[in-house]
């Protein structure tokens, strides 16, 4: 079955580092948009990064450009470096597989930046 396990949240101090990793299987990979959406408490779920099935192209929300980077370098594999961490980052973060009507979530893993 289709199955999408993220892995790398954690506590990080302002201005800090972390690479969260989606392991992917039960689907075919490289056929699906990949993206990462996020949680915060009393918040919407909001896209953060989404790319492409070939990777070509990338999209991120305003508030994470030029700090966070999606990426699909390996077979069944999403990362999301994300740098220059915010306490506002702090937030559970899911991956996401989606095409055409197929859509599928991760469990998600917890981001907390604070000090």
């Known amino acids: 079955q289709v199955q999408l396990v993220e892995s790398g949240g954690g506590l990080v101090q302002p201005g800090g580092s972390l690479r969260l990793s989606c392991a992917a299987s039960?689907?075919?990979?490289?056929?699906?948009?990949m993206s990462w959406y996020r949680q915060a408490p009393g918040k919407e779920r909001e896209l953060v990064a989404e790319?492409?099935?070939?990777?070509?192209?990338t999209n991120y929300a305003d508030s994470v450009k030029g700090r966070f980077t999606i990426s699909r370098p390996a077979k069944n594999t999403l990362y999301l470096q994300m740098n220059s961490l915010k306490p506002e980052d702090t937030a559970v973060y899911y991956c996401?597989?989606?095409?055409?009507?197929?859509?599928?979530w991760g469990q998600g893993t917890q981001v907390t930046v604070s000090s």
């Open positions: 039960g689907f075919t990979f490289s056929s699906y948009v």
């Open positions: 996401s597989a989606a095409g055409g009507l197929f859509r599928s």
């Open positions: 790319i492409t099935s070939t990777g070509g192209s």
